[in-house]
């Protein structure tokens, strides 16, 4: 079964930067479409971004637009999100997730059959 496992976040002051990871384990991510998600306490998991299989496709909410970049290297069998100009409003847990149907970009969560455990980002001054 495909694992996932995020890496990167931590404690960051506003306007500071983090890129997060999405490696997995034993199979390979390249077929997949991959996205981030988040959730903050009280909150609903909400999508961040996706990239299809290729890379040739990717798809970012409103409020993380200009911000944030995703991208993946295919050879590393990893995935990154880049995030910049971070807001307190974006501390949550960030999840990466995959969706076996690598030719859509698309955040609906039901696509998604194999999700990470997350990594902390806190946005604190």
């Known amino acids: 079964q495909l694992q996932l496992v995020e890496s990167g976040g931590g404690l960051i002051q506003p306007g500071g930067s983090l890129r997060l990871s999405c490696v997995a384990s034993?199979?390979?991510?390249?077929?997949?479409?991959i996205g981030w998600f988040r959730q903050a306490p009280g909150k609903e998991r909400e999508g961040v971004s996706c990239?299809?299989?290729?890379?040739?496709?990717?798809y970012y909410v409103d409020s993380v637009k200009g911000r944030f970049t995703i991208s993946r290297d295919n050879t590393k069998n990893t995935v990154y999100l880049q995030m910049n100009s971070l807001q307190f409003e974006d501390t949550a847990v960030y999840y990466c997730?995959?969706?076996?149907?690598?030719?859509?970009?698309?955040?609906?969560?039901?696509?998604?059959?194999?999700w990470g455990q997350g990594t902390q980002v806190t946005v604190s001054s």
């Open positions: 997730a995959a969706d076996p149907r690598g030719y859509r970009a698309s955040l609906a969560k039901g696509n998604y059959d194999y």
């Open positions: 034993e199979f390979t991510l390249n077929y997949y479409t």
């Open positions: 990239i299809s299989s290729s890379g040739g496709r990717t």
